[in-house]
């Protein structure tokens, strides 16, 4: 182990105490729409991720937007997963949700947050999610 892989995995150890919360990843499932009943037969959603994170808001003021005639505010939050949470057989993309099951902060506990973007890089201590409450 060289120096930077010392303080990688002692920044990797300080990033996970700090993952108070805990999360759902998935993808939901895109449904089938029956046009004799006019009706959507939702699917199972994909499972990509469940156990602990972080989650911080980017700002403390969201971006009212319209969408579909309907007043929406945007609030932009990092969701960080530990760097040794096993890497999903699909990996999360924009369109998918992250749900706040449990966290010492009640308020945060069943916000959901939609996927914007997602972070790569080999030196981060933690894997990091770009997501949105859309309410």
């Not at 989650?55 to 760097?83: C, H, I, M, N, Y």
Request: hydrophobic residues 40%; negative net charge.
């Amino acid at each position: 182990m060289n120096e930077l892989d010392g303080i990688l995995a002692a920044g990797r150890a300080a990033a996970a105490e700090l993952m108070r919360e805990t999360v759902a990843l998935y993808r939901p499932g895109s449904g089938d729409f029956d046009w004799s009943t006019g009706t959507t037969t939702p699917a199972p959603a994909t499972t990509l991720y469940s156990g602990p994170a972080r989650v911080k808001p980017l700002t403390a003021e969201g971006r009212e937007v319209d969408a579909g005639e309907q007043p929406l505010t945007l609030t932009r939050f990092t969701v960080s997963l530990p760097w040794t949470a096993p890497v999903p057989s699909v990996q999360p993309r924009p369109g998918d949700v992250v749900d706040i099951l449990a966290s010492p902060d009640a308020r945060m506990v069943g916000l959901r947050l939609w996927v914007t973007g997602v972070q790569y890089s080999s030196t981060a201590t933690a894997w990091r999610i770009s997501a949105e409450d859309r309410s």
